[in-house]
């Protein structure tokens, strides 16, 4: 709830954060914290469980979908085109299992099992994403993209910091954003910051 609630002050009282925009966050963000080992939690979920969630998940839908406090909560999913929270965790957690942990598990009557998606790797290959695109580049290098700092440079937010807190620029998300630290860059140092960029762009294996 902190966070749905940074978010809302993250857009502001007018309507100046796109709706995109506003699901980008909650799903790169919000959804994925609370995801967070799913696989040894989500077996557990009872009644009171799943209404805390969706409790949770509804304040944001309300700011994507910008709609009145008293529409009822599954119209604010199929309007924001979510899935219910609690099937999302489980979701995730039975991919961890099958996939991760080589667990069979099952979700309702349909089963899972690690045999059915376990492949054979013949050789290396370099998957698409190890190489950043222009687009990135751009983003990363310009400053120009949607960042907290950005979109409040433009009057498009009211203010500029990241849910963490901390101002919500490109740097920081590459370097020390706790939301982020799974693909964190090393920072260079202030003197060698140009010539880190210059060869951040070229780099093949630049974290996305």
Same mark, same amino acid.
């Given at each position: 709830?902190? /966070? ?16 995109? @925009? ?13 995801? =967070? ?5 989500? +077996?557990? @979920? ?5 209404? /805390? ?5 509804? @304040? ?18 199929? *309007?924001?085109? @979510?899935?219910?929270?609690? *099937? ?6 039975? %991919? ?29 290959? +370099? ?16 400053? !120009? ?10 009057? %498009? ?15 920081? =998300? ?9 693909? !964190?860059?090393? +920072? ?21």
């Amino acid at each position: 709830m902190t /966070q749905a609630n940074k978010l809302a002050v993250m857009s502001g009282r007018n309507w100046g954060v796109n709706p995109k @925009l506003t699901r980008l966050w909650y799903k790169t963000v919000a959804e994925r914290r609370i995801c =967070y080992a799913a696989s040894t939690w989500a +077996e557990n @979920l009872n009644n009171k469980k799943i209404a /805390q969630l969706s409790t949770i998940q509804r @304040l944001f839908t309300l700011k994507i979908t910008r709609a009145y406090r008293t529409t009822p909560s599954s119209a604010l999913l199929i *309007l924001s085109g @979510l899935l219910p929270l609690h *099937l999302t965790v489980k979701k995730e957690a039975i %991919i961890t299992n099958v996939t991760r942990l080589g667990r069979n598990d099952k979700f309702g009557s349909t089963h899972f099992n690690t045999t059915d998606y376990d492949t054979q790797m013949s050789q290396w290959t +370099e998957p698409p994403w190890s190489k950043p695109s222009t687009t990135l580049k751009n983003i990363l290098h310009s400053n !120009h993209g949607p960042f907290p700092n950005y979109l409040n440079r433009f009057c %498009i937010t009211e203010n500029d910091p990241c849910l963490c807190g901390e101002p919500g620029t490109p740097d920081h =998300y590459l370097f020390s954003c706790p939301l982020t630290d799974l693909n !964190h860059e090393e +920072e260079p140092p202030p003197a060698l910051y140009h010539e880190w960029a210059i060869q951040a762009a070229k780099c093949k294996k630049t974290k996305r």
